[in-house]
């Protein structure tokens, strides 16, 4: 292939990739509807620097459907609004960092096991604060 036509081909190629990328942000999730949840993550009564909640449908409790995840960053989070809760009960399990980068694969930063709890959200908004306790440290 000559020059040309190598621009050609890139030229198409980053096009429809754009469009693809651009008409995919644009389509809503399927499913149910879903809810935004935020609040506060604290370990021990401080804020948790760095980490994740998931909130997973409680089967047991009858509630099924998408499972959502919201970061944590500086003893906030908060769910991303077209990809949130779906109300009900949920098993959540929440984990901690320092926030720092570990220096190597072998240094754990986490600030305690993976917490787990339950909690029944409404079918709307809302807000919900987490509290890792002291028996939950490494």
């Known amino acids: 292939m000559n020059a040309p036509q190598n621009r050609f081909l890139l030229t198409v190629s980053l096009s429809l990739w754009m ?3 651009a008409s995919g942000c644009s389509q809503p999730i399927p499913g149910p509807p879903r809810f935004e949840l935020s609040g506060s993550a604290k370990f021990n009564g401080k804020p948790i620097p760095f980490g994740r909640i998931l909130l997973e449908p409680d089967s047991s409790q009858g509630n099924t459907g998408p ?7 500086n003893g906030r989070y908060q769910t991303r609004a077209d990809a949130g809760h779906i109300g009900g009960h949920f098993k959540v399990t929440i984990i901690g960092t320092d926030g720092t980068r570990p220096a190597n694969p072998d240094v754990d930063n986490s600030l305690f096991l993976p917490f787990n709890t339950t909690v029944e959200l409404p079918r709307a908004d809302g807000q919900h ?4 306790p002291r028996i939950g440290a490494q």
């Open 129 to 132: 604060d987490f509290a890792v």
């Open 67 to 73: 499972a959502a995840v919201a970061d944590i960053k």
């Open 19 to 21: 469009i693809w990328g």
